[in-house]
Nanobody
Framework: QVHLVESGGGLVQPGGSLRLSCAASGFTLDYYAIGWFRQAPGKEREGVSC????????YYADSVKGRFTISRDKAKKTVYLQMNSLKPEDTAVYFC??????????????????WGQGTQVTVSS
């Protein structure tokens, strides 16, 4: 059974940094689509960054380009989201999600079947 667990959220001042982790288990394939999404109060869930496990290519939403970096430790089955230069508008619950049957999926929440419980990120002074 696929299981995703996020960690690393918290309260940070504007301009600060956080690193989110997503530990995955239960996959039967070595390559799987995985990504980070977020949902702010009153807003729809949106794709932040997604990872192509086959060729290592990445996608970033325009709002986070140049500030966030997605990476993966294949041996640990863990995906990270390094978030720098955080802004108040980055405040949201951040989720990782996966489709274990594909190496890549569009960074759209509707494309992903398995979700973690989420971790809160609050950017405030």
């Amino acid at each position: 059974q696929v299981h995703l667990v996020e960690s690393g959220g918290g309260l940070v001042q504007p301009g600060g940094s956080l690193r989110l982790s997503c530990a995955a288990s239960g996959f039967t394939l070595d390559y799987y689509a995985i990504g980070w999404f977020r949902q702010a109060p009153g807003k729809e869930r949106e794709g932040v960054s997604c990872f192509n496990s086959l060729d290592g290519s990445t996608y970033y939403a325009d709002s986070v380009k140049g500030r966030f970096t997605i990476s993966r430790d294949k041996a640990k089955k863990t995906v990270y989201l390094q978030m720098n230069s955080l802004k108040p508008e980055d405040t949201a619950v951040y989720f990782c999600a996966s489709d274990p049957l594909r190496s890549w999926a569009p960074c759209d929440p509707d494309e992903y079947d398995y979700w973690g419980q989420g971790t809160q990120v609050t950017v405030s002074s």
